[in-house]
């Protein structure tokens, strides 16, 4: 009823039947497999209702769902991942099975959708959680910015001269325009927003 293909291989068709509507290839060399096609043979149509479940047993592992068949979709495509890291092509390599069986459909296309989420629940990061900034690094952030400040507003310092007064007496002052502090601030934003790494370094 079932026959299967392990890419670069022979067509297998040693079905050995393990229980009522249950089915098992047997799949040596497993761990040289990436590829395999599963298909019926047509001689023998699922019965109206049903449909069959395919499944993929690594040694010392649990079964895998891989997929389905039906009548609408007499054959599939599964790409294996093996779990063997073995190089050497002189030592026996295990042996994997592939299960198929008969079931109502209505409870394939469950086992197929609950498939379908689990991937895409895998594939959806899990929100991490920012991590509290310690006091010393709030300290070293407050401190970096205080001199990024200082050393940009430093440099644009003026000695006053006799027109600005009481500041033109000799008193020992520096004058700094105000739009030295907005320039700083656009900066130092622009920079944040780029790379807060970099910002918070220079």
């Known amino acids: 009823m079932f026959g299967c293909i392990v890419a670069g291989r022979l067509v297998q068709t040693n079905l050995q039947q393990v229980d009522v ?28 209702g049903y449909a069959a479940t395919v ?8 079964w895998q769902l891989l ?26 390599g295990p042996t994997a099975e592939l299960g198929i069986s008969i079931e109502p459909i209505q409870a394939i296309e469950q086992q197929m959708q609950q498939q379908q989420q689990q991937q895409q629940n ?8 920012p991590s509290p900034v310690s006091l010393q690094s709030a300290k070293q952030i407050a401190e ?34 105000v739009k030295v502090f907005e320039d700083w601030y656009t900066s130092f934003l622009r920079k944040l927003q780029r790379d807060p790494a970099t910002a918070m370094q220079n």
Not at 144 to 151: A, E, G, I, P, S
């Open 122 to 129: 895998a594939l959806v990061p899990v929100a991490q959680q």
């Open 67 to 92: 997929g389905m068949l039906s009548n609408d979709k007499p054959s599939a495509i599964f790409r294996l991942k093996a779990t063997s890291g073995s190089e050497n092509t002189d030592m026996v």
């Open 21 to 48: 509507n249950k089915y098992v290839f047997e799949l040596p060399e497993a761990q040289t497999i990436n590829h395999i096609v599963v298909f019926l043979l047509g001689t023998n149509p699922f019965e109206p």
């Open 55 to 62: 499944h993929l047993l690594w040694p010392n592992k649990s």
């Open 144 to 177: 970096r910015t205080l001199q990024n400040l200082y050393d940009y507003a430093t440099s644009f310092a003026t000695k006053p001269d006799a027109s600005m007064g009481m500041f033109g007496s000799g008193a020992p002052v520096q004058v700094l325009p």
